[in-house]
């Protein structure tokens, strides 16, 4: 099993909504990231979580607010966002980088995310 | 800092022709890999080929062939026998040793005439 999953991958919400994204890999990685992707732009990354702790948060504004539950799954939780916020998000994993490097991330499909 | 360009906002190539993507970067670190991915409509972000910045060969999968010149921090991507799905977003990436994050490229779009 190479694949990262997320749900959904659509999403519509208002800006006093509460909505959360979700990622899940069953392939032992112990980094997880998400990726914020604006159209026709590269994706910008938001925060790691290395070994189920949140070891980079990109300055990224607290109505976004990320989970990792356990090793398989990471959560984005999602509140009073604006309209800007609507974007592609992305989930990806990779092994410890620490010991495997030039190790290559896996991504998921992404939550196509539109904030009304 | 770590920087990644693709000077090529969009490519154009006929099936079955060959074409190759640019990339530079710039990196103080003597540890890093570089990789292409390739984004299509369907959003899912592949791995299209790796390369470790130790190694002098060029790294090859299939049709896809790197040349890369570690002094010119140039990282070419070649695609040989163009088919229809290679038509994706391009992004040259950027990877250190010992850290998370990846720097991308601003991607270039390919698209594979018939």
């Known amino acids: 099993d190479t694949e990262v999953t997320q749900t959904p991958k659509h999403l519509v919400m208002g800006m006093t909504n509460k909505k959360s994204l979700k990622c899940e890999q069953h392939?032992?990685?112990?980094?997880m990231y998400w990726y914020k992707q604006k159209a026709k732009k590269p994706p910008e990354l938001m925060f790691v979580?290395?070994?189920?702790?949140?070891?980079i948060n990109e300055s990224v504004p607290s109505r976004f607010s990320p989970e990792c539950p356990n090793s398989s799954l990471l959560n984005l939780h999602l509140h009073a966002l604006q309209p800007e916020d609507s974007a592609l998000y992305l989930c990806?994993?990779?092994?410890?980088?620490?010991?495997?490097?030039?190790?290559?991330?896996?991504f998921g499909q992404g939550t196509r995310l539109t904030v009304v | 800092a770590q920087t990644v360009t693709q000077s090529q906002p969009e490519m154009s190539v006929q099936e079955a022709e060959t074409v190759t993507l640019s990339c530079t970067y710039d990196?103080?670190?003597?540890?890093?890999?570089l990789f292409w991915y390739k984004q299509p409509p369907s959003r899912q972000m592949i791995l299209v080929i790796r390369?470790?910045?130790?190694?002098?060969q060029n790294a090859t999968e299939n049709r896809f062939s790197v040349n890369f010149q570690k002094a010119a921090k140039s990282f070419s991507l070649k695609i040989s026998d163009s088919q229809l799905g290679d038509a994706a977003m391009y992004f040259c990436?950027?990877?250190?040793?010992?850290?998370?994050?990846?720097?991308f490229g601003q991607g270039t779009k390919l698209t594979v005439n018939p």
């Open positions: 990806a994993s990779t092994q410890d980088l620490y010991r495997r490097r030039g190790t290559e991330a896996f």
């Open positions: 392939m032992g990685h112990r980094a």
């Open positions: 979580y290395s070994y189920e702790k949140l070891s």
């Open positions: 990196t103080s670190e003597s540890d890093y890999y």
């Open positions: 390369q470790e910045a130790y190694k002098q």
């Open positions: 990436v950027l990877g250190q040793g010992g850290s998370e994050k990846l720097v």
